[in-house]
């Protein structure tokens, strides 16, 4: 296991998303471990605000050390707004290999719970099977663009395996938790080939799936047939949820006209 870099403090911790598929979202980490390469949107907006100097410091976690007292704070405030709480939007609650950052996760999680306030969890790390202890309403997602461990490595070097992370969130089904995919940001066929169908298959088990494209990707704006193939993909998304029960949500953007579930 590995130790965050060390502990910070905040004056505040809920806040409203901004994002279309979210409501409140909490980050209690500051930098990810991961090092994804898509490139990641988090750590170009904390570089450009000056939270991190550089892709190597981003690396490095800093733990919130205040945030169940800020939760203890801001909870009986915002409890009548909240809908929801998305851990996390610019770092990962279950990062990959620390067990501090997944042990703060979770006892925010159930702070949140205790209060009536529903969570949306979303990693690239593994999914601890005591997320199936707490409330029936959350849910519990693993971010899946690719079954292919070598494409991985490239881009997402420090992350839990693919099929790791599979492992934890079926058995999470399996005990009748509420489980979803974010399929975003999906490649383009120059970063990688694969078939998006065998990746459906793969996830037939969850309850959602949301899809998306990349974004701020040279290598995605170079690729000349882009605009086909995110509609290809995403029509091919539409079609195995409809056929399969599960609901879906296709990011703004991925898709020009789009009948969604």
């Given at each position: 296991?590995?130790?965050?870099?060390?502990?910070?403090?905040?004056?505040?911790?809920?806040?409203?998303?901004?994002?279309?598929?979210?409501?409140?979202?909490?980050?209690?980490?500051?930098?990810?471990?991961?090092?994804?390469?898509?490139?990641?949107?988090?750590?170009?907006?904390?570089?450009?605000?000056?939270?991190?100097?550089?892709?190597?410091?981003?690396?490095?976690?800093?733990?919130?050390?205040?945030?169940?007292?800020?939760?203890?704070?801001?909870?009986?405030?915002?409890?009548?707004?909240?809908?929801?709480?998305?851990?996390?939007?610019?770092?990962?609650?279950?990062?990959?290999?620390?067990?501090?950052?997944?042990?703060?996760?979770?006892?925010?999680?159930?702070?949140?719970?205790?209060?009536?306030?529903?969570?949306?969890?979303?990693?690239?790390?593994?999914?601890?099977?005591?997320?199936?202890?707490?409330?029936?309403?959350?849910?519990?997602?693993?971010?899946?663009?690719?079954?292919?461990?070598?494409?991985?490595?490239?881009?997402?070097?420090?992350?839990?395996?693919?099929?790791?992370?599979?492992?934890?969130?079926?058995?999470?089904?399996?005990r009748g938790c509420k489980t979803w995919i974010s399929m975003e940001p999906?490649?383009?066929?120059?970063?990688?080939?694969?078939?998006?169908?065998?990746?459906?298959d793969a996830v037939s088990f969850t309850d959602r799936i949301i899809f998306g494209r990349t974004n701020y990707s040279k290598d995605?704006?170079?690729?000349?047939?882009?605009?086909?193939?995110?509609?290809?993909?995403?029509?091919?998304?539409?079609?195995?949820?409809?056929?399969?029960?599960?609901?879906?949500?296709?990011?703004?953007?991925?898709?020009?006209?789009?009948?969604?579930?």
């Amino acid at each position: 296991m590995k130790k965050v870099k060390g502990y910070i403090k905040r004056k505040s911790m809920l806040y409203v998303t901004g994002v279309e598929y979210g409501d409140y979202t909490m980050n209690h980490v500051l930098g990810c471990a991961h090092g994804c390469r898509y490139p990641c949107y988090a750590f170009m907006m904390k570089k450009r605000f000056g939270k991190v100097s550089s892709y190597e410091e981003w690396l490095e976690p800093y733990l919130v050390e205040n945030t169940l007292e800020l939760l203890d704070t801001e909870i009986p405030k915002l409890r009548d707004k909240i809908k929801s709480v998305q851990l996390c939007f610019t770092t990962d609650p279950f990062m990959y290999r620390y067990d501090e950052v997944g042990e703060m996760s979770l006892a925010a999680i159930r702070k949140l719970n205790k209060n009536g306030i529903k969570c949306t969890v979303l990693t690239k790390g593994i999914l601890p099977i005591e997320l199936a202890e707490l409330s029936e309403e959350n849910e519990y997602g693993i971010t899946l663009v690719s079954l292919t461990e070598a494409f991985r490595k490239r881009m997402e070097p420090h992350s839990a395996k693919y099929p790791e992370r599979l492992d934890a969130l079926k058995k999470l089904h399996d005990r009748g938790c509420k489980t979803w995919i974010s399929m975003e940001p999906y490649p383009t066929p120059n970063l990688v080939r694969q078939k998006l169908e065998k990746i459906l298959d793969a996830v037939s088990f969850t309850d959602r799936i949301i899809f998306g494209r990349t974004n701020y990707s040279k290598d995605v704006s170079s690729f000349p047939e882009q605009k086909d193939f995110y509609n290809q993909c995403a029509n091919q998304v539409i079609e195995f949820c409809s056929e399969h029960g599960i609901a879906y949500h296709i990011k703004e953007g991925t898709l020009t006209q789009l009948d969604e579930a």
